[in-house]
Nanobody
Framework: QVQLVESGGGSVQPGGSLRLSCAAS????????MGWYRQAPGKQRELVAA???????NYADSVKGRFTISRDSAKNTVYLQMNSLKPEDAAVYYC??????????WGQGTMVTVSS
């Protein structure tokens, strides 16, 4: 089992920035991709960004050029730097870990609010 703990959410004005962190613990050797998903009220959960063990990244079209996912393997932590935030980015953001031979693990979620 992998445990994921997110931090860094909050409230910002449009155009502002936030950095989310996700610390992994437990059977981290099983992880091959980590990512961030988000879910806004009344909408389905969607992929925001993901990064593989090899450093390959993938982004939703809506965040390309504004968000950056990165990882610090020494700290078992994945980050999501969010710049130029828009009201439509407001959601609960969830950290996800895809693991070999086990179901995905999810964090508890962290709220991001973007409003003036």
């Amino acid at each position: 089992q992998v445990q994921l703990v997110e931090s860094g959410g909050g409230s910002v004005q449009p155009g502002g920035s936030l950095r989310l962190s996700c610390a992994a613990s437990g059977n981290i050797h099983r992880i091959y991709i980590m990512g961030w998903y988000r879910q806004a009220p009344g909408k389905q959960r969607e992929l925001v960004a993901a990064i593989s063990n090899g450093g390959v990244t993938n982004y939703a079209d809506s965040v390309k050029g504004r968000f950056t996912i990165s990882r610090d393997s020494a700290k078992n932590t994945v980050y999501l730097q969010m710049n130029s935030l828009k009201p439509e980015d407001a959601a609960v953001y969830y950290c996800n870990a895809q693991e070999w031979g086990a179901p995905d693990s999810w964090g508890q979620g962290t709220m991001v609010t973007v409003s003036s």
